[in-house]
């Protein structure tokens, strides 16, 4: 009986941790609507971080392609005086990015809700 209780507990403390952390990193980076993402997109540094056959599948005009496993080593390139805005196919993948922005001491740091795949704007793409 004690054994069980202990797995409970160990378990509960484990489900803590792990909701605790992702809300840490849900605000390392403010999530914007469409309409709002669309609203500054000439006066921001637009990120894509997805992979680069995705990228020039389509991409957001005017985004720069920073594949998410390159992300730490590029992220010195970007300007910490404006604001930083990322997107991926889904919306998972500029929480991690945002974290090591603001991590490296970025402010300004914005996100794509639902990532590009809802995106009823522009594409660019290689074929085009």
């Known amino acids: 009986m004690d054994t069980w209780l202990i797995i409970l507990l160990a378990s509960i403390v484990i489900i803590l941790l792990l909701v605790v952390n992702g809300y840490r ?16 997109l000439r006066k921001v540094q637009l990120i894509d971080l997805r992979d680069k056959e995705k990228y020039e599948y389509g991409h957001i005009m005017g985004a720069r392609n ?3 496993m390159n992300f ?4 010195n390139s970007l ?13 998972r993948l ?4 945002g974290k090591m922005l603001k991590k490296a001491g970025f402010k300004d740091v ?6 590009i795949s809802k995106w009823t704007g522009k594409i660019k793409s290689k074929n085009k």
């Not at 990193?25 to 500054?40: A, G, H, I, Q, R």
């Not at 730490?72 to 992220?75: D, R, V």
């Not at 500029?94 to 990015?97: F, I, K, L, T, V």
């Not at 914005?110 to 990532?115: D, R, S, T």
Request: proline share 9%.
């Open 25 to 40: 990193n849900m605000k390392s980076v403010k999530p914007l609507t469409e309409e709002e993402f669309k609203k500054d």
């Open 66 to 68: 920073i594949p998410m």
């Open 72 to 75: 730490s080593m590029k992220m």
């Open 79 to 91: 300007r910490k005086d404006m604001p930083v805005y990322l997107y991926d196919q889904t919306g």
């Open 94 to 97: 500029p929480y991690r990015a």
């Open 110 to 115: 914005y996100m794509l809700k639902n990532g």
